[in-house]
C-alpha cells in the first residue's frame, strides 16, 4: 500500500505511512479489539476479553512504576496525560476534575508559570501564558469534556 501511495507522487501520498497513519484516528482501538473479541470461540473470547480489560488500564503503568520506586512526585507528574485523564474520567469523572484542579491550581505551578512569562526564555512565553489561561479556566469551573480539550490543547502546545 504504501508503494502504491508512492507511485502516486504527491506531497501527502509520499508522506503516508502505512499502517501507522492509518491507524492513527482511530481514538478507541480497545472497542475495535472488543467487537472482534465476541467472534472468538470460548475459552479464547473470555481469555481475550479478560486481556482487554487490564489493557484499559495500561495509561497507569507509567504511574504505578514511580509509586513502586517511592517517587511519589514523579507519579503525580504523570496524571496530567491525556490517556491518564481519559481513564479516570471514565472510572470517576468527579474525582479526576478534583485531582486536576489540585495538580493546576498548586501554588508551586502558579508561581513557576509568573516567573517563567516574566524572567524566562521567549520560547516559553507562550506556553506558560496558555497554562495560566487554562489554570483560570479550571478555577472558574470546567466540565471534565473541557478539561480534557483544554490539556489535549496544552500538550499540542508543548
Known amino acids: 500500500i504504501s508503494k502504491s501511495f508512492e507511485d502516486l507522487g504527491d506531497e501527502a501520498a509520499l508522506n503516508f505511512k502505512f499502517p501507522e497513519d ?3 484516528g482511530i481514538d478507541d482501538p480497545l472497542g475495535i479489539l472488543k467487537e472482534i473479541a465476541k467472534m472468538f470461540p470460548e475459552p479464547l473470547g473470555q481469555a481475550f476479553e479478560q486481556a482487554l480489560k487490564v489493557a484499559e488500564f495500561v495509561a497507569l503503568l507509567p504511574i504505578v512504576e514511580k509509586v513502586r ?3 511519589f512526585k514523579g507519579a503525580v507528574a504523570l496524571i496530567p496525560s491525556v490517556p ?3 481513564l479516570l474520567i471514565k472510572l470517576n469523572e468527579g474525582v479526576a476534575c478534583e485531582v486536576l ?3 493546576f491550581l498548586a501554588k508551586e505551578l502558579q508561581t513557576v508559570a509568573e516567573t517563567t512569562l516574566s524572567n524566562g526564555p ?3 512565553h507562550a506556553p506558560m501564558a496558555e497554562l495560566q ?3 483560570r479556566r479550571i478555577e472558574r469551573g470546567m466540565s471534565a469534556e473541557e478539561l480534557l480539550e483544554g490539556l489535549e ?3 499540542a502546545e508543548g
Open 133 to 135: 489561561t487554562f489554570c
Open 153 to 155: 490543547s496544552i500538550h
Open 22 to 24: 492509518l491507524l492513527s
Open 101 to 103: 484542579r489540585t495538580i
Open 122 to 124: 521567549e520560547t516559553l
Open 84 to 86: 491518564v485523564v481519559k
Open 69 to 71: 520506586k517511592h517517587d
